[in-house]
């Protein structure tokens, strides 16, 4: 099955800097690749996500990039506020009926 | 996105007694709904797949007889943990599937999340 590393456990970052939050994933037939933000005690949402046909995506201050040769997603996010700490999961999905396999997690923390 | 909604949002317990956790999908109708369950600090851990009509589908490691899952209908999965332990306290989050537009992946829809504490 799929497995889906994710790192760093724990990043934290002076209000006004980037954030770079990197995956790697194992099963080559994942094409959609969901970053969910979950706020302590609070549900997972989507945040962006990018499907193998990108390279990269961009919402404003969040961007995701994907280098499906190398088997790796990353998510920058730029200009850091408070308000962006919480933790972040990456996940990574064969699509079709198939659910995504989740990273354990990378807790933000943005210092003001 | 769609909406899921789950109950109750937490609940306390004392060891040895049950308790149903109901997982609804308000807008749209999923034929899929998963429930995982979340130690504080750590991921998301899948727990089982429930297809409505059907019996759930178990993660390798979960008792399907002390989590009960039910599918009844397109909009509604319970999950009951039977004899509940206080080494079930956890916060259990369901989410429900549907298929994106296009068909090319399954997008998912997470509940608010429960959080069970067993005494």
């Known amino acids: 099955g799929e497995n889906v590393e994710q790192h760093p456990s724990t990043l934290s970052v002076q209000e006004g800097d980037s954030a770079v939050i990197k995956c790697t994933y194992s099963?080559?037939?994942?094409?959609?690749f969901p970053w969910y933000k979950q706020e302590l005690g609070k549900r997972p949402q989507l945040i962006i996500d990018i499907r193998s046909n990108v390279g990269e995506k961009k919402d404003q201050r969040i961007a995701v990039t994907l280098n499906k040769t190398a088997k790796h997603f990353s998510l920058h996010i730029t200009e850091t506020q408070p308000e962006d700490s919480a933790v972040y999961f990456c996940?990574?999905?064969?699509?079709?009926?198939?659910?995504?396999?989740f990273g354990r997690g990378t807790s933000l923390i943005v210092h003001p | 996105g769609a909406v899921v909604s789950q109950h109750p949002s937490r609940v306390i317990c004392k060891s040895g007694t049950s308790v149903k956790i109901e997982c609804r999908s308000l807008?749209?109708?999923?034929?899929?709904m998963f429930w995982y369950r979340q130690f504080p600090k750590q991921s998301l851990m899948l727990m089982a797949t429930?297809?409505?009509?059907?019996?759930?589908?178990?993660e390798q490691g979960v008792e399907k007889d002390k989590f009960l899952i039910n599918h009844a209908s397109l909009t509604l999965s319970t999950l009951t943990v039977t004899s509940a332990h206080p080494e079930d306290s956890s916060f259990y989050i369901c989410?429900?599937?549907?298929?994106?537009?296009?068909?090319?992946?399954?997008?998912?829809?997470f509940g608010p999340g429960t959080r069970l504490t067993v005494l």
């Open positions: 099963d080559s037939a994942s094409n959609y």
């Open positions: 807008d749209f109708q999923a034929t899929t």
């Open positions: 996940a990574a999905s064969p699509g079709g009926s198939y659910i995504p396999t």
């Open positions: 989410s429900a599937s549907g298929l994106a537009a296009d068909h090319s992946y399954n997008e998912q829809f």
């Open positions: 429930s297809n409505e009509g059907s019996k759930a589908t178990y």
